[in-house]
């Protein structure tokens, strides 16, 4: 079974820029999930969906960051402007449900400094 | 307001002997209890989780122990192998809320 896959790895862009990363579940997955990991610190979620539906968008920070998931199975998050304190690593995860305490498989991350 | 605590940094122990990461939570609500693994240049990974109607799962040489009262959960990987050197991260959950994670310990395991 292919785990999750992120795109790009890393990412240097300067302030003010825009950038944008891509994620693909593992198959069959309904939930996805994204997360930024900024460094000495835990994954915060940024954005939850189920299937292509929004389930928790409570920490993302909408007037620069928005997300996608069309027809429920890649998803793409955007940041615009990118800010300093955007600096850090972008991990996607997947999971088969949404229950409670599911195990979500992460993928390898987006690495993103703003400069 | 962090409601999952890790205040150990770091941890170093030989090989060999028992690893003990420890976590703390503030939440009582919280109803399940994750730790994840981390290795440079990787997402985290799922190591063992335990429901909050638990006191202990074990799993190999990692168990997990809950202590509710002391709202206190502590990851035991015995014995330490080198290649448990990573980054330990505890989760916590409630409901269908997401995942609430701890900043992590740093496990070096000597050999």
Known sequence: EA??????????????????????????????YWYQQILGQGPKLLIQFQNNGVVDDSQLPKDRFSAER???????????????????????????????????????????LVL | DQQVKQNSPSLSVQEGRISILNCDYTNSMFDYFLWYKKYPAEGPTFLISISSIKDKNEDGRFTVFLNKSAKHLSLHIVPSQPGDSAVYFCAAIKGNTPLVFGKGTRLSVIA
């Open chain 1, 70 to 112: 069309l027809k429920g199975v890649d998803s793409t998050l955007k940041i615009q402007p990118a800010k300093l304190e955007d600096s850090a690593v972008y991990l996607c995860a997947s999971g088969r449900g949404g229950a409670a305490g599911e195990t979500q498989y992460f993928g390898p991350g987006t690495r993103l």
């Open chain 1, 3 to 32: 785990g999750v896959a992120q795109s790009p790895r890393y990412k240097i862009i300067e302030k003010r820029q825009s950038v944008a990363f891509w994620c693909n579940p593992i198959s069959g997955h309904a939930t996805l």
